[in-house]
């Protein structure tokens, strides 16, 4: 099986970063692709930089693909998830809508930590139904970038925030952002409810979904656009446009 891990930022660290977490996770049959857009924001935390992304992910997604039995977006607002699932042949898996379905299974309501963007997240969360699910959300003092050059100060103040997420009634806390994954694992000792890492559940979930054979639908609102036509776009995602 082979699984597309696409970043949706340019930062080359956090592709780096996602992909080890998805090799620890993936079964040993299991080939992770990963992937960073050409173009598009360094890190993303506004809605203009997340609506920038999403072409830059779809591009990526159209071009690297072929080939690959399913697609996990790595970026914890799930940028551009429902337009990828419309448009890919293969099922796609967003991280933060992986982690919070393996919450609910975990418990009954579930927190998140981050960096920062809280109404985002509250907004990618609704998206998904799960708003009632949510207890609340801690931001820690530190960058996406702080996670790369200074990893265990990090961790450290992510391991305060959730287990203070879970003395306020979190059976789970989510790590929300790429660039925390992998770290579920270093801290869960720290915390006394489970740590959910968004990358390791949507390659948990992929490898299922691949394995149901379920068909690409033909109807409804997501059956791939045919006979599409755009102005400036990648080739790759022109004829994913196209096609029909």
Do not use: W
């Not at 990358?199 to 690409?216: D, T």
């Amino acid at each position: 099986m082979r699984l597309l891990l696409a970043n949706a930022n340019t930062t080359d660290a956090v592709t780096e970063t996602c992909a080890r977490a998805a090799r620890a996770a993936a079964a040993p049959d299991t080939e992770i692709v990963a992937v960073t857009p050409r173009f598009g924001p360094r890190v993303i935390s506004s809605r203009a930089e997340n609506a920038i992304a999403a072409h830059g992910l779809l591009d990526c997604l159209a071009e690297h693909h072929p080939g690959c039995d399913a697609a996990i977006l790595a970026v914890s607002y799930d940028t551009a998830l429902a337009a990828a699932r419309q448009l890919l042949p293969i099922p796609v898996i967003g991280m933060t809508e992986a982690a919070c379905l393996a919450a609910c299974l975990a418990g009954g309501r579930f927190g998140l930590v981050t960096f920062s963007s809280p109404d985002l997240y509250r907004e990618v969360i609704a998206g998904h139904g799960l708003a009632g699910r949510l207890s609340g959300i801690a931001l820690i003092d530190a960058t996406p970038y702080d996670a790369a050059s200074d990893p265990e100060s990090v961790a450290a103040k992510v391991a305060e925030a959730a287990a203070g997420l879970a003395r306020e009634g979190a059976d789970s806390v989510l790590l929300g952002g790429a660039a925390l994954a992998g770290m579920a694992g270093l801290i869960q000792e720290r915390v006394p409810v489970p740590l959910i890492d968004g990358i390791a559940a949507a390659v948990v979930f992929a490898e299922g979904i691949v394995r149901l054979r379920l068909p690409k639908p033909r109807l409804g609102g997501y059956a791939a656009p045919a006979n599409r036509h755009a102005v400036g776009l990648g080739e790759a995602l022109s004829a994913l446009l196209r096609r029909g």
